[in-house]
């Protein structure tokens, strides 16, 4: 590497067997590899964007801060979720998908050398931007369980410290489908107050739960409303993933500086694609377009989870995906990986750098396959590896 900056940031893997796979061409592949999905955005959001293609205004720079009209989507989007209202002028800005939000955010909040708290396994592009940003990450151990990954409240608060600068959390998490609720609030809120700390919520599939339940947003804890920042994007209950759109809201004294930090990065937002966004989060059938959306996801994991009965399986709470635990098989997982590819024609992402943890485990992405096509995973795992 020419610079320090990126000595710990290694690719993520999803790159790698994305590639191979592509280059197979082989429609007998099971592409369990990548964070997409073959269910269709909003209908709605297709219309407005056929139709943007032949608007002026939408072939533009401006706003730089994104439409008006995706920031009252967005501050209403999120203050319905929370319960706390976000003014779209000041509270709430557009920026170019969510993980162009979680970079700007934290370049807004963390000086260099100072930490950030997330929980283990996560996503490697959480951890290599905390890293980009000069930040230390800080993991607390999720734990699995017969029943899902699950992480104790209390450990969590108590790796909030003088050094923290945020915490950065995301529920469902990727790649675990851990869920964090009231009582992981609870504990942070308390923990935040006493070192200064911001709590930045990744929402980018809070509403992709597998139990039915509302999400649990951190803002609507008393201790939080004033700590928290929030990164949505198109891109995971919207399945708006080619659009690049995403918004960021908070405190307003925050968001200017995010603000200024988007200006000094991407500068802008796909003009073409932001009314679309606002359309599709504002829909009156909006709820259900994403329940609908994730019922069929659930009916996908499951089938996974049949499949792999026989297999060191974590069940996930919600998300796209899930991890098999390859110690037990004896294998690493970019070993497990391989073997998949070659004799079981199944891409599927091994996940060192994703946090400590998971370089003990390969994820296996359900989204972006029907059901029938999953039906003989498991015979494909037998081929494999026994």
Known sequence: MTVSRLREIPGIGVDAVGDAADAAADPALLRLENLDTDI???AVALEITRAAVDRDEANSYLPFQGHRSLR????????????RPYDPATECVSVAGGLNGVLNTLLATVEPGREVVLCDPIYAGLVNRVRLAGGIPRFVPAQPTPEGWTVDPERLAAAVGPATAAVLMMGPAMPTGLVLDDAHWSALAAACERHDAWLIYDAAMERIRFDGRPPSHPAAHEGLAGRTITVGSASKELRMIGWRVGWVAGPAEILADIRLVGLTNVVCQVGLAQEAVAAALSAPDADADVAAATAEWGRRCRTVLAQLADYPVVRPHGGWSL?????PLGLSPAELSRLLFERGRVAATPMDGWGPAGASYLRIVFANEPVQRLADLRDRFRRAIG
């Open 323 to 327: 991890l098999v635990d390859t110690r």
């Open 40 to 42: 269709r955005p909003p």
């Open 72 to 83: 009252e989507a967005a501050a209403a989007h999120v203050g319905r979720i929370s319960g």
